[in-house]
């Protein structure tokens, strides 16, 4: 897959953005990896680092402080569709997250977003049952790994200067 256009559909709020401004750092039928700003302006968070793994259906984020701290490590969990002939990639957020800080505290956001959205038939049982699996494969890494080995794809890059 070359450097595809990004995009993001959320169910809650619902809405789908192109990710114009991320920067595309690495590309492969596994992994996307992106630099980006946030989308609106926010008193806590500022920039950050991407990076997609579509085979786990797991996005790992390095949520970056205006002065380039570490906010939090976030971990959203998503399903895909790329399009070929488009070159673009649809990456769909399935409400359910993780938290983790820079103490080490992990924590389980959104799961009443989950059932919310399951209630008012924004996602189907396929859906819920993909993201509470994916959650469950996410959280049981993190007790054995931590985040680190996620992150390792991310703070490579960042080594490097990207």
């Given at each position: 897959?070359?450097?595809?256009?990004?995009?993001?559909?959320?169910?809650?709020p619902?809405?789908c953005?192109?990710?114009?401004?991320?920067?595309?750092?690495?590309?492969?039928?596994?992994?996307?990896?992106?630099?980006?700003?946030?989308?609106?302006?926010?008193?806590?968070?500022?920039?950050?680092?991407?990076?997609?793994?579509?085979?786990?259906?797991?996005?790992?984020?390095?949520?970056?402080?205006?002065?380039?701290?570490?906010?939090?490590?976030?971990?959203?969990?998503?399903?895909?569709?790329?399009?070929?002939?488009?070159?673009?990639?649809?990456?769909?957020?399935?409400?359910?997250?993780?938290?983790?800080y820079?103490?080490?505290?992990?924590r389980?956001?959104?799961?009443?977003?989950?059932?919310?959205?399951?209630?008012?038939?924004?996602?189907?049982?396929?859906?819920?049952?993909?993201?509470?699996?994916?959650?469950?494969k996410?959280?049981?890494?993190?007790?054995?790994?931590?985040?680190?080995?996620?992150?390792?794809?991310?703070?490579e890059?960042?080594?490097?200067?990207?």
């Amino acid at each position: 897959m070359e450097h595809p256009i990004l995009y993001r559909r959320r169910f809650i709020p619902d809405e789908c953005v192109q990710l114009k401004d991320d920067v595309i750092l690495e590309c492969n039928d596994k992994i996307i990896i992106t630099k980006w700003k946030t989308l609106h302006d926010r008193c806590d968070l500022s920039s950050g680092y991407s990076c997609y793994y579509l085979d786990r259906g797991v996005k790992v984020s390095k949520f970056l402080k205006a002065d380039g701290s570490l906010l939090c490590w976030y971990c959203d969990i998503i399903t895909s569709e790329y399009d070929p002939e488009k070159n673009s990639l649809l990456v769909i957020d399935l409400l359910a997250d993780v938290k983790i800080y820079p103490d080490g505290r992990q924590r389980v956001v959104d799961l009443d977003e989950l059932s919310e959205a399951f209630e008012k038939g924004l996602i189907d049982e396929t859906l819920l049952k993909k993201s509470l699996l994916s959650l469950n494969k996410l959280l049981n890494d993190l007790y054995e790994h931590g985040i680190l080995q996620l992150a390792e794809p991310i703070e490579e890059l960042i080594a490097k200067g990207l």
